[in-house]
C-alpha cells in the first residue's frame, strides 16, 4: 500500500465503515478480517473516488459506491466461499491406501508364518493406528501456527528425552527405547524430525537471529552427538539430510552453511574418536558397504538376504509363504517380505503409491498462502522422500545405512505414531490455506 493509499484509508467515513463491518461479521474466517477489511475499504474508496471525479459529492459518492456493492452478507457469502476450509482430500485417501497396502502385507506374512512371532501382526497393527489416529486428530487441531509459537520447547523437550532415552532406556532388537510405564517409545527414530521442524520454526525468533551463527551451530549439533552417542547412523543421516532442506528453506547465505559444515564435522570427529562403540560400529557399517560396492560375497547377513530376495523375486513373486531368514518381517523389512511374496509387481504398486504420497505432498504446500505453513509443508514431505530414499539406499548397498522401513509400512508403534503426526500437521496447514492471512507475515 503507497503512501498516498495509507493516507486516505485513515479519511473514510463511518458509511464505509459500517458496511464493512456488517460484512465482517458475516465473514466465518476470522483471521481474515484484516485482509478483509483493506480489500473491502479499497475498492470503496476507489467507487467514492471514481464517482467524485464524474461530479458527485462525497457523500453521495459513497452512498453509491455501498449501493454497487449490494448487500453485505451476500458479500460475505462470497468472501465464506473463498476463505474456507480446504481438506487433502487426495492426500488422505493416498494415506489409506498405503496402509491398506501394509494391512495386506501383514495378514499375508501371518499367513505365511503361523509361527507366534507374527501371528497377530495385522491386528497389532491395526491397535496401535489407534494412538497414532489420536496423534493425527491431536496435531491437527493444535495446528501448525501453534507449533511456531512453541519451537524452543518443542527442541528442548525433544532433547531432554533423546538424553534419558540413552540414560534411562530400555533395550528393545539392539536399540535404546524410552520406558514410560508399560509404554516403550523410540524416542531417537522421533527424535530427528521433531528437532528439524523445531529450527525450522526457529529461524523466526528474534533471539536465534541475534547471536547467528554461534547460537545456531550449537543448536545443530546437540543432537549429533546425541545419535552419534547412541550408535543411531540413520537418524545422523536422516537429520544431516534435513538440515540441508531446512537451510534452503530458511534461505541460510553460504557463512552459515559453512559454520554449520564445520561445526557437523567437528562434532563427528570428536564422538568418533572418543566413543568407542561409535567407532566400531561405524568401521564395520563402512566396510560391508565396501563389500557390497566391489560385488563381495563377504557382506552382512542381512545385506545379503535382502539382495538375494530382491533379485529372486522375478516379476509374480513366490506366493505366501514362510520368511524365516529375513529378520523384522513385519515392521522393517515389510517392504522386502511384500516383493518375496508378491514380486517385482508388488514392489512397482509400494513404489507408486509412495511415490503419489509425496508428490501430491509437494504440490499442495505449494498453494499454501502462509510462508511458514509453505516451507513446513515441503519439510515434511522432503523428510519423508529423504526417509523413504535412505532406506531403498540402504537395501540395495549404495548407502552404509539399514533399518527404519518405509514410512508407516510396518507395525512399528513409533513410526506410525511419529508419520501420523507428521501428517496431521501437515493437514492442518492445508486445511487453513485459504483462511490465513498474509499482509503481516
Not at 532406556?169 to 524416542?187: E, V
Amino acid at each position: 500500500m503507497t503512501r498516498n493509499e495509507e493516507g486516505r484509508d485513515t479519511k473514510h467515513s463511518s458509511i464505509l465503515e459500517q458496511f464493512v463491518g456488517e460484512v465482517l461479521v458475516h465473514v466465518k474466517a476470522k483471521q481474515m478480517h484484516s485482509e478483509i477489511r483493506s480489500e473491502l475499504l479499497d475498492h470503496l474508496l476507489n467507487e467514492t473516488e471514481s464517482g467524485m471525479d464524474h461530479g458527485m459529492d462525497e457523500a453521495a459518492s459513497e452512498k453509491q459506491a455501498v449501493r454497487n456493492m449490494g448487500d453485505p452478507s451476500v458479500v460475505a457469502a462470497q468472501f465464506n466461499q473463498v476463505h474456507r476450509p480446504n481438506a487433502p482430500w487426495k492426500l488422505w485417501i493416498s494415506v489409506l491406501v498405503w496402509i491398506a497396502i501394509c494391512v495386506v502385507g501383514l495378514f499375508a506374512v501371518q499367513a505365511g508364518n503361523p509361527q507366534d512371532l507374527y501371528r497377530l501382526s495385522a491386528e497389532g497393527y491395526a491397535w496401535r493406528l489407534v494412538p497414532g489416529g489420536v496423534a493425527f486428530l491431536f496435531a491437527f487441531w493444535v495446528g501448525y501456527q501453534k507449533l511456531q509459537k512453541g519451537a524452543v520447547w518443542l527442541y528442548s523437550l525433544t532433547l531432554l528425552l533423546s538424553i534419558l532415552t540413552i540414560f534411562l532406556s530400555l533395550s528393545i532388537n539392539g536399540q535404546s527405547f524410552l520406558s514410560i510405564g508399560t509404554i516403550s517409545i523410540n524416542m531417537l527414530y522421533i527424535s530427528p524430525f521433531l528437532v528439524l521442524i523445531a529450527l525450522y520454526s526457529m529461524t523466526g525468533v528474534k533471539f536465534v537471529k541475534m547471536h547467528r551463527p554461534t547460537l545456531f551451530l550449537v543448536l545443530l549439533s546437540l543432537p549429533i552427538i546425541i545419535y552419534l552417542a547412541d550408535g543411531r547412523l540413520l537418524q545422523l543421516c536422516t537429520y544431516l539430510c534435513g538440515v540441508l532442506v531446512v537451510g534452503k528453506l530458511a534461505g541460510w547465505k553460504w557463512g552459515y552453511v559453512k559454520w554449520a559444515a564445520c561445526g557437523i564435522v567437528i562434532t563427528g570427529g570428536l564422538c568418533y574418536g572418543f566413543i568407542e562403540r561409535l567407532r566400531l560400529l561405524v568401521n564395520i557399517r563402512i566396510e560391508n558397504w565396501l563389500h557390497t560396492l566391489n560385488g563381495s560375497a563377504d557382506i552382512s547377513y542381512l545385506q545379503n538376504i535382502t539382495q538375494q530376495i530382491l533379485r529372486e523375486a522375478g516379476w509374480f513373486g513366490h506366493g505366501i509363504g514362510e520368511l524365516a531368514s529375513l529378520p523384522y518381517v513385519a515392521s522393517d523389512n515389510l517392504s522386502i517380505a511384500i516383493i518375496h511374496m508378491f514380486g517385482w509387481v508388488g514392489g512397482l504398486i509400494m513404489l507408486i503409491a509412495l511415490t503419489i504420497i509425496i508428490t501430491t505432498m509437494f504440490r499442495q504446500a505449494r498453494l499454501f498462502r502462509d510462508p511458514y505453513a509453505k516451507g513446513l509443508g515441503n519439510l515434511i514431505s522432503s523428510m519423508m522422500a529423504v526417509h523413504s530414499l535412505l532406506y531403498i539406499g540402504g537395501i540395495i548397498g549404495i548407502v552404509p545405512i539399514n533399518g527404519a522401513g518405509l514410512p508407516m509400512l510396518g507395525s512399528g508403534g513409533s513410526e506410525i505414531l511419529l508419520w501420523m503426526m507428521l501428517l496431521g500437521l501437515y493437514s492442518s496447514a492445508h486445511w487453513k490455506k485459504d483462511m490465513v492471512p498474509v499482509l503481516n507475515q
